[in-house]
């Protein structure tokens, strides 16, 4: 047996809603899954693939033989927030699965998600306030799932601990980038409760910089955490940029999650039976696809300079590697046109935008199939007809003219992420530290803070 691939619900309902797009997998079926585990005297899943160190063969066997309660316990002994990852993380740990060198990997992500809804259902996930207060106080600045995982780390080590945001909600991406149909948000409100109820205080609706001085925060506070990520998305400054209809992939994204979440009182942007091109091959753009068909777009197309990824494992990222592939989201099984190599010219219109001209490129590959550089491919112009058209290419990193970096005497490096600098008691965590990476790594990087 291998992988079930008849995981998401049937594709005329789902395409209709905003709810997640994921069956529930039956008891039995992960049953059969988790016995497909081969308990490996050295699991590569557990120790290299999962950023946490989830105890994967340990849960594998205790949900193969239908012990929940200790499938939990293994599982929340080293992942604070479960319910997140088991809905979004690519999950890391299946790629250096060492099924994955003659078959397909197990499902752990699957395995997750049953335990973590399991556990919820059962009445124990329990807050875990600390036994004793260490006296010593932190400002978290940002929400996001690195603030999350930072303030739930300090606070069980007996930290008083404010968390200060600047949207009306908690979340981060979490809540306004990724789309309800990958992960509900009411998973959220119900983790802020638990937060709160171990003592963890949210602050919203301020941004540190501007509506508090993040120097008040440091001279108030032992620690400050910046978990702030990287707001400043990937610009394409061509020919008519600033035409009706381009807009940046969160603008759609984070204007329906506010809409879904009453914040908005219409969708962001009007897509009814406009032909939509997402620029930007990756998970961001097979989001902007996945909100394009719910919003109900005619057609969708989804371009990306890079090559096509091989269908197998590329020779570039052998195992345990994360493998570099193609993938198919649900969004793309929802209908899209994909192509690559198409290096974006300019965009075309008068008074509003009516497509994109494009030019095939030619890439030059390493030895082991990584792209270096390309070449355009003369006589291959071409115009995408579109309506709309969404920007996913990516973030640049935390921007030097950012007030609370002022405030605090803190440099970005070059490629704008954010030095810690713990002498004078500041600590920079998830995206802002790292750069854009994945949920998963921004938890455990709160998680790791050397406090
Ligand atoms: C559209 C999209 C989809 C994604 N999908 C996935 C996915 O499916 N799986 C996955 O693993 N990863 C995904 N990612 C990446 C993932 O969301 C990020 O890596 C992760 O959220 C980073 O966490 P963070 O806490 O560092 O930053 P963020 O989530 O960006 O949170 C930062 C928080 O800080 C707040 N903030 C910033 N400045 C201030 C200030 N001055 N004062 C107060 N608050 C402030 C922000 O409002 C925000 O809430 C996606 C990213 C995007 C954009």
């Known amino acids: 047996m291998n992988r079930i691939h008849d995981l998401y619900r049937p594709l005329p309902e789902r395409i209709r809603d905003f709810a997640e797009v994921e069956r529930p997998l039956t008891d039995a079926e992960l049953a059969d ?84 809804d399991h556990a919820f259902a059962a009445g124990w996930v329990l807050p875990r306030p600390p036994a004793t207060e260490n006296g010593r106080s932190a400002a978290i600045v940002g929400a996001g799932p690195a603030g999350l995982s930072a303030a739930a780390t300090l606070r069980r080590r007996g930290w008083d601990v404010t968390v200060y945001e600047r949207r009306a909600a908690v979340g981060g991406l979490l809540r306004y980038g990724i789309p309800a149909f990958k992960l509900a948000k009411n998973l959220i409100d119900r983790r802020r409760l638990l937060l709160e109820a171990e003592g963890i205080r949210f602050v919203t609706s301020l941004e540190v910089g501007r509506d508090l001085s993040a120097g008040w925060l440091l001279r108030r506070h032992d620690a400050v955490v910046l978990a702030i990520g990287t707001p400043a998305a990937r610009d394409l400054p061509i020919p008519g940029r ?28 009007d897509a009814a039976g406009k032909r939509v091109l997402v620029i930007g091959g990756g998970d961001t753009g097979s989001d902007c696809v996945g909100t394009a068909h719910r919003l109900g777009a005619a057609e969708v197309t989804q371009i990306e300079i890079m090559p096509k ?26 209908g899209c046109t994909r192509r690559w190599s198409l290096n974006t010219l300019r965009f075309l219109g008068t008074d509003t935008l009516t497509g994109v001209e494009v030019e095939t490129v030619d890439w030059t590959l390493t030895p082991d199939g990584r792209p270096s550089k390309f070449i355009p491919v003369p006589g291959t112009r071409e115009t995408i007809p579109c309506d709309l058209c969404f920007l996913a290419l990516g973030f640049t990193g935390v921007p030097a003219d950012t007030p609370l ?47």
């Open 242 to 269: 600033t035409l009706p209809g381009v807009h940046l992939a969160l603008d759609l994204l984070e204007g329906q999650n506010r809409h879904l979440a009453g914040e908005l009182p219409a969708p962001p942007v």
């Open 33 to 116: 899954q988790t016995a497909r585990c081969l308990d490996c005297g050295q699991p590569f899943c557990h120790a290299y693939g999962c950023p946490l160190g989830n105890l994967v063969p340990d849960q594998n066997r205790a949900v193969a033989r239908g012990d929940w309660r200790t499938a939990w316990d293994l599982l929340s002994a080293n992942s604070d927030f479960p319910e997140f990852t088991s809905r979004v993380c690519p999950a890391l740990c299946e790629g250096s699965c060492v099924h994955q060198l003659d078959a397909e990997s197990v499902m752990i992500r699957q395995s997750e998600k049953r335990i973590t």
């Open 309 to 334: 990824p091989p269908s197998e494992r590329s020779p570039s990222t052998p195992w345990p590697l994360w493998p570099q592939m193609l993938r198919t989201s649900s969004s793309h099984l929802e």
């Open 405 to 451: 970096l002022a405030q605090l005497g803190l440099t970005p490096t070059p490629r704008g992420t954010l030095p810690s600098d713990p002498a004078r008691r500041i600590h920079c965590v998830g995206d802002c530290a790292t750069g854009a990476s994945l949920v998963v790594r921004a938890l455990a990087s709160g998680k790791a803070l050397p406090l």
